[in-house]
C-alpha cells in the first residue's frame, strides 16, 4: 500500500469517529511514526509503505479513533511555537493560555524588570519554560502532582531553562518560602465546575487530569484560594493574572475587587474570539 492510500483509509476511518480534522491528524500520526516532515510526505507519497510500519500506524489511528488524544499518541505539543513533551499526567497545552502569557508579558514590555515570576499550577511548565525565556529572569514553578513537576523537569531540560526555573510540589503557596516575594505571578488553575466535566469532549473528560480540571462544584474553589494566598508572595505593585471560564467574569472580578483584598485595576481580558479569559489585578498593599 502507498502512503498517500495509507493515510487517505485513515482519514476515512478518523471522520468516522467524529474527527473534525481527520485529513489533518491522519496526516500528523504518521509524520510521527515516520519522522517524515509535510514537505518530505508529499514528495514521497506514492512510496510503499512496509507491512510492520502499517500496522504500527493503523494501531495508532484506532487508537484515536478510540479518542486518545493526538497529543498522547505523538508525545508532543506545539506551544508558543516551541515543542513541548505532554503525558497524562498534564493538560494538553492550548491557545488560550498562549493569550494569558501574551497579557503577562505585555506588562513588562516597556522595559520594566521582572525580577521573579510564579507559575503556579504549573503542569507541563509551559508557562514558566516561556517567562524564563521572554524575561530572562529567575521562575518558581508550582504543582500538587509529582507525576506533572516530571514531565515540566523534561520540558525545562528540553528547552534549556534549568538554570532559571526551579520548580517546587506544593498545594499552592503551602511549600512557598514565606519571605519569597514576585513581580508577576501566572496561573492557568483548575476551574471548571465539577458537574460540567462529563460534559466536555472524551478527550478531555476521559484523558486529561481531573487534578488540573476540577474547580470544585463552583469552578472558582482553587481562585478563591489563589486570591487569598496570592497577596502574601506579591510585591508591591505586583501583577497576578489568571485564565479564567468564559462564565467567571462577574464572580472573579467581583472577588479579586473585593474590599478585604489589596488589588486594584481588576479587570478580565477578552481573548481573540471575544470570550472573557484573563483576570488580571495589581497587588496594592494599604499604605502603598
Not at 45 to 72: E, K, T
Request: charged share 20%; with cysteine; aromatic share 6%.
Amino acid at each position: 500500500m502507498h502512503i498517500d492510500e495509507l493515510l487517505s483509509a485513515a482519514a476515512r476511518q478518523l471522520a468516522r469517529a467524529g474527527m473534525g480534522e481527520a485529513v489533518l491528524e491522519a496526516r500528523l500520526l504518521f509524520q510521527h511514526l515516520s519522522g517524515l516532515n509535510r514537505s518530505q510526505l508529499v514528495l514521497h507519497c506514492q512510496q510503499s509503505v512496509d507491512v510492520g510500519m502499517a500496522a504500527q500506524y493503523q494501531q495508532l489511528v484506532a487508537q484515536r479513533s478510540q479518542r486518545i488524544p493526538l497529543q498522547h499518541l505523538t508525545g508532543v505539543q506545539e506551544f508558543w511555537s516551541l515543542d513541548f513533551i505532554v503525558s497524562p499526567a498534564v493538560l494538553i497545552p492550548r491557545p488560550e493560555t498562549e493569550f494569558l502569557l501574551e497579557q503577562a508579558l505585555a506588562i513588562f514590555s516597556s522595559g520594566r524588570c521582572c525580577s521573579q515570576a510564579l507559575d503556579m499550577c504549573t503542569g507541563s511548565g509551559v508557562i514558566a519554560v516561556v517567562l524564563a525565556k521572554e524575561l530572562n529572569c529567575p521562575v518558581i514553578g508550582v504543582d500538587i502532582s509529582t507525576p506533572a513537576l516530571e514531565v515540566a523537569l523534561e520540558n525545562l531540560r528540553r528547552h534549556q531553562v534549568t538554570d532559571r526555573v526551579r520548580l517546587i510540589c506544593s498545594d499552592l503557596f503551602a511549600g512557598l518560602d514565606p519571605n519569597c516575594k514576585f513581580d508577576l505571578i501566572v496561573s492557568n488553575p483548575p476551574y471548571i465546575a465539577d458537574a460540567e466535566i462529563r460534559q466536555l469532549e472524551p478527550e478531555v473528560a476521559r484523558a486529561e487530569p481531573l487534578l488540573a480540571l476540577s474547580g470544585g462544584a463552583s469552578g472558582l474553589v482553587v481562585i478563591e484560594r489563589i486570591a487569598v494566598e496570592a497577596q502574601k508572595f506579591l510585591q508591591p505593585g505586583g501583577w497576578i493574572l489568571l485564565e479564567i471560564g468564559a462564565d467567571q467574569k462577574k464572580a472573579v472580578t467581583a472577588l479579586f475587587g473585593s474590599p478585604e483584598y489589596r488589588y486594584e485595576q481588576v479587570r478580565v481580558i477578552d481573548d481573540w474570539s471575544g470570550r472573557p479569559r484573563v483576570l488580571q489585578a495589581k497587588y496594592v498593599p494599604t499604605g502603598s
